[in-house]
């Protein structure tokens, strides 16, 4: 493990040679609150009536929770890998397919199970890896919400 000026370094990325094809992790649960939700909204503009007006979800919806955008919920699945597996290490990312596949809702707390499918070394930069991991966001009570399989340069420990 790294260290700065004598101090072991914790919280640092894995590597390439870290993520071999079938390697699987999860990470921590996050709650998406309502605070969550209406900052997410704000910041962005997702203001559809169906995240931004509970009149609308109490007389007019088939939804009648506070529900939460899955462009939301893929948000703060990243921001729960990345605090677990790319600090300083993660350099890219270069593309993926997502599928919402069913509600998530102010409350909910949601993590996200990962195992990596496909890891290669960067034919033009033999410092870095391409990774691709599939991503599956699982709500508290076990459904799967939203999945999606991201390709991302990392960082190699050594050039080979």
């Known amino acids: 493990m790294p ?12 590597y390439f040679e870290d993520l071999p094809v079938g390697r699987k992790f999860r ?7 309502e605070a969550d939700l ?7 503009g997702m203001t559809e009536v169906l995240f931004s007006n509970t009149e609308f979800l109490r007389t007019e919806s088939d939804i009648k ?3 939460v955008p899955g462009a939301m919920v893929y948000a703060f699945a990243e921001g729960l890998l990345v605090h677990a597996t790319m600090q300083h290490t ?5 593309e993926m397919e997502l599928k919402i596949l069913g509600p998530t809702f102010a409350g909910d707390t949601v993590h996200v199970e990962c195992e990596v499918v496909e890891s290669r070394r960067s034919a033009s930069r033999p ?8 991503n599956r966001v699982r709500r508290q009570d076990g459904t799967v919400v939203l999945t999606y399989n991201p390709l991302r ?3 190699a420990r050594s050039a080979l």
């Open 3 to 14: 260290d700065i000026d004598g101090y072991e370094v914790l919280g640092l990325g894995l």
């Open 27 to 33: 990470t921590i649960g996050r709650t998406l609150t």
């Open 38 to 44: 209406v900052n997410f909204i704000g910041v962005t």
């Open 65 to 67: 929770q506070r529900v």
């Open 90 to 94: 993660g350099f890219a990312f270069l």
């Open 127 to 134: 410092n870095r890896g391409l990774v691709r991991t599939f």
């Open 153 to 155: 340069m990392v960082k």
